[in-house]
């Protein structure tokens, strides 16, 4: 079974930087494509952004792109998701999702497309 393990969220001010870790184990993590999701308060979730297998392709919210940056280890069986000059509009519960497993380079921004997630970890930016 995949399990998936999110850290560093926090409360932070806007303008500020924070980076959320996502620690996948139970299956071969390379074979996945990942994706991190949010909730905001009184919202459904959405993608943030997404990332192929080998790291080669990535997705990208229009909300935050140019601030956030997806990336992964897959020696280190780890997704990350770089924030910056964040806003109150971030505030929300973070999610980590693998979709697969694929062989080729396909990847999805579409939650449906995702078999696992992880608990999720809070993001709150104080204005």
């Known amino acids: 079974q995949v399990q998936l393990v999110e850290s560093g969220g926090g409360l932070v001010q806007a303008g500020d930087s924070l980076e959320l870790s996502c620690t996948v184990s139970?299956?071969?993590?390379?074979?996945?494509?990942m994706g991190w999701f949010r909730r905001a308060p009184g919202k459904e979730r959405e993608v943030v952004a997404a990332?192929?297998?080998?790291?080669?392709?990535?997705f990208y919210a229009d909300s935050v792109k140019g601030r956030f940056t997806i990336s992964r280890d897959n020696a280190k069986n780890g997704v990350y998701l770089q924030m910056n000059s964040l806003k109150p509009e971030d505030t929300a519960v973070y999610y980590c999702?693998?979709?697969?497993?694929?062989?080729?380079?396909?990847?999805?921004?579409?939650?449906?497309?995702?078999?696992?997630w992880g608990q999720g970890t809070q993001v709150t930016v104080s204005s």
């Open positions: 999702a693998a979709g697969g497993p694929v062989s080729g380079g396909y990847y999805s921004s579409r939650q449906y497309d995702y078999n696992y």
């Open positions: 139970g299956g071969t993590f390379s074979r996945y494509y």
């Open positions: 990332i192929s297998r080998r790291g080669a392709s990535t």
